[in-house]
């Protein structure tokens, strides 16, 4: 099973003052298709843990035409279409009730060897139960890098706290994003709220609970930057926020 999907309804919980899905709700809803992917083809995260591995997100490549409504039922998809050496590819979307893609997203993932904690090849095992790879948007090849701007102005300083923290024991990779999002609102320069663009997320470094993310933010090439770093100086993640050329 190579392609999986989902349908939702979109909840009052998982909306803002606008009535639309928070970028925190979308990010959650993708992550959890994977998730429940994973599960459907015996490869769930307590399965992994047994076998001593655990899929680490790399990067996401994300492209919003359209944040999805309250009440709105969506089909929310993913299918793994590349596995090479330590990494694996994932298609992601999310489609409106004619079937229109309101996002398309390609990310990058690594396999880890929790018991050594370092990266790790992907074993035959792990593959087999997908099937043939099926590659659904053909999204242009993914980017992981990020470049920073030369002038990068101080965010603010925010203690990891224990609700941003998942079943890998640090802080979960959608809570960047969404801690990017609310900077630049918040900011001096009074960027609007995210309604549609592309998005991209560099991850380098884990944060755990009792860490101090230290947020940094500038433009460069007509783009939103955010860097996540600790106090030395040490990226956490890089986000990246745009319009989508493609749109």
Same mark, same amino acid.
């Given at each position: 099973? @190579?392609?999986?999907?989902?349908?939702?309804?979109?909840?009052?919980?998982?909306?803002?003052?606008?009535?639309?899905?928070? #970028?925190? =709700?979308? #990010?959650? @809803? *993708?992550?959890?298709?994977?998730?429940?992917?994973?599960?459907?083809?015996?490869?769930?995260?307590?399965?992994l843990?047994?076998?001593?591995?655990?899929? #680490?997100?790399?990067?996401?490549?994300?492209?919003?035409?359209?944040?999805?409504?309250?009440?709105? =039922?969506?089909?929310?998809?993913? =299918?793994?279409?590349?596995?090479?050496?330590?990494?694996?590819?994932?298609?992601?979307?999310?489609?409106?009730s004619?079937?229109?893609f309101?996002?398309?997203a390609?990310s990058?993932w690594?396999?880890?060897?929790?018991e050594?904690?370092?990266?790790?090849?992907?074993?035959?095992?792990?593959?087999?139960?997908?099937?043939?790879?099926?590659?659904?948007?053909?999204?242009?090849?993914?980017?992981?890098?990020?470049?920073?701007?030369?002038?990068?102005?101080?965010?603010?300083s925010?203690?990891?706290?224990r609700q941003?923290?998942?079943s890998?024991?640090?802080?979960?990779?959608a809570?960047?994003? @969404?801690l990017? *999002?609310?900077?630049l609102?918040?900011?001096?320069?009074?960027?609007? @709220?995210? =309604?549609?663009?592309?998005?991209?997320?560099?991850?380098?470094k884990?944060?755990?609970?009792?860490?101090?993310?230290?947020?940094?933010?500038?433009?460069?090439?007509?783009?939103?930057?955010?860097?996540?770093?600790?106090?030395e100086?040490?990226?956490?993640?890089n986000?990246?926020?745009?319009?989508?050329?493609?749109?």
């Amino acid at each position: 099973m @190579a392609m999986y999907e989902f349908q939702e309804r979109v909840r009052y919980s998982e909306t803002d003052e606008r009535g639309r899905m928070t #970028l925190l =709700s979308v #990010l959650n @809803a *993708l992550q959890d298709c994977s998730t429940f992917h994973l599960k459907d083809v015996g490869l769930s995260v307590e399965e992994l843990r047994k076998q001593g591995r655990s899929w #680490l997100l790399s990067a996401w490549d994300i492209r919003i035409l359209r944040l999805p409504e309250l009440y709105e =039922s969506i089909t929310i998809g993913t =299918s793994p279409h590349s596995f090479h050496g330590i990494l694996a590819h994932r298609n992601f979307w999310i489609k409106d009730s004619r079937e229109c893609f309101l996002l398309r997203a390609e990310s990058e993932w690594f396999s880890l060897d929790t018991e050594r904690m370092r990266p790790a090849r992907v074993k035959a095992e792990v593959l087999t139960p997908f099937g043939e790879m099926r590659d659904v948007l053909h999204l242009p090849e993914l980017v992981r890098r990020i470049l920073l701007p030369d002038q990068l102005h101080d965010g603010g300083s925010f203690p990891v706290m224990r609700q941003q923290i998942d079943s890998n024991h640090h802080v979960n990779n959608a809570q960047y994003i @969404a801690l990017s *999002l609310e900077l630049l609102q918040d900011s001096p320069e009074g960027f609007p @709220a995210f =309604s549609r663009g592309r998005i991209r997320a560099e991850y380098q470094k884990a944060a755990r609970f009792g860490d101090l993310l230290c947020a940094r933010y500038g433009e460069r090439d007509g783009k939103r930057i955010v860097s996540i770093q600790n106090p030395e100086g040490e990226v956490f993640c890089n986000v990246e926020i745009g319009e989508d050329p493609e749109a």
